[in-house]
DNA sequence: AAAATAAATTGCTTTATATCAATTTTGTTT
DNA sequence: AAACAAAATTGATATAAAGCAATTTATTTT
């Protein structure tokens, strides 16, 4: 299931796209590169599950994840992760456990960094650290419009907003191939999946947007923006 | 409105509870200690407000206040703050905004200690910039704790975890004196104020807990707990 | 290609929750 | 203490959203 190649590439090569570690020296870079896995996982695998230990900082290196809090019954996906992100969870602080599950949406590829030499850097390398400390800030940051959008939006206001994030921030382009499911998608806006297909029909009915197979386009975006905005 | 009283104690004196200064050394509990104010607040007053600059890392010293985003038509409590924490907004290595407001819910007195010092000093030490990571971490967990509350349990056991906070995280006894108003355990829970009123009446015919006055106590703590779990 | 499985869709029914309006209680000001 | 304002409480009503069951459409597997 999960194929290990060591060194398939530098960390040099790879992390031109990757800003955090834009701060690294050589020497440092080189230090990540000697200490990684890289691992491919297939759409559906589990990357990793909520609970267990976090010994690696997971790179996503070509195809899509989703990071996800396992509650009461259901799931609900706080991101989706694409090429070149980070998965890095508060409990590598903490206790060393994952506070959430990651699976691949599509196939993935990921490089995985032991968490010792990370923790290493972020002690020696002060920029390393500030630009560590301005990611995790942008993920609380998202994760209160996500909040705010889940606990005072109606259904179809929380929809508008997670077609937004799909178009604009995960495929970032319109019309966009959607891959992932119908369950996710209701996952990402915290309603019942049933209610989600719902909803995509009204919006369709209403010209808001079209689908075709697995590809949707938005029509009508300042009336989304609309819907988004009033709730 | 804000009476500003400089140097009115030490730091070395006032933080030997709060453990994120532990890893100072003396020169820069020193360098702390003359970069901040002290300020007071009466209840009800603005400490900050959501969107304004952050210039300052705020240290609740005294009463308890709350940290809150104003959303759409209403408002979401993220935590209420009791000495001694601090108040880190996530803007602060983002672009120095405030992403939340903060107000006292009882008279309150806070240290401002000017960011830049602070930023300055998670540069210079590992350990207090360790121990700051970490403080953040635990602040996502609480949050993560919270989302899947409100976006996955119904009414019931959404007040039952607010109680459960204030008993054991706020208050830190039984019975206790509830301070927040009901519109605020309403912005915790994430309902209409009616709602939340309406449940801690059936929770009080049930026998489950208890209110005269202002004072709560809860009765039954393995009911209540079960109501938390199942949803 | 057929069969089997999984995912998506639809209509119907139930329920959780907000909203509105009225009333009571509490706290504050004069 | 009286008058006022604010907060808390209650009941009645409307509605957003979930759950269930049945059906259709995709996707694998044989």
Known sequence: MINKIHHSSNCADCN????????????????????RFQVSYKAG???FKQGTP?????????????????????????????????IFGPGIYVDNRHY???????????????VVIF???IRENPDFAEEFIRRVSLQSIFNFDQVISLTQ????????????????KIYCQNPFEMTISRQDLADLSGMSKESAIRILKEFKEEG?????????EIWNTKQLRQISETG
Chains 1, 2 share one sequence.
């Open 100 to 114: 959430y599950s990651a699976a691949a949406v599509e196939d993935c590829t990921a490089c995985l960094v032991d």
């Open 54 to 86: 976090s010994p690696y900082f997971v790179c996503i290196t070509s195809g899509l994840a989703k990071i996800y809090i396992e509650g009461y019954g259901k799931n609900l996906i706080l991101a989706l992760i694409k090429p070149i992100d980070y």
């Open 45 to 47: 695998e589990i990357i």
């Open 119 to 121: 923790k290493k850097l």
């Open 208 to 216: 808001i947007l079209t689908t075709s197979g697995n590809t949707m």
């Open 153 to 168: 939006k109606q259904m179809h206001g929380r929809i508008a907003d997670v077609i937004f994030y799909l178009s604009d």
């Open 16 to 35: 031109f796209k990757a800003s955090i570690f834009n701060s690294l020296s050589t020497v440092e870079l080189e230090l990540i590169n000697n200490n």
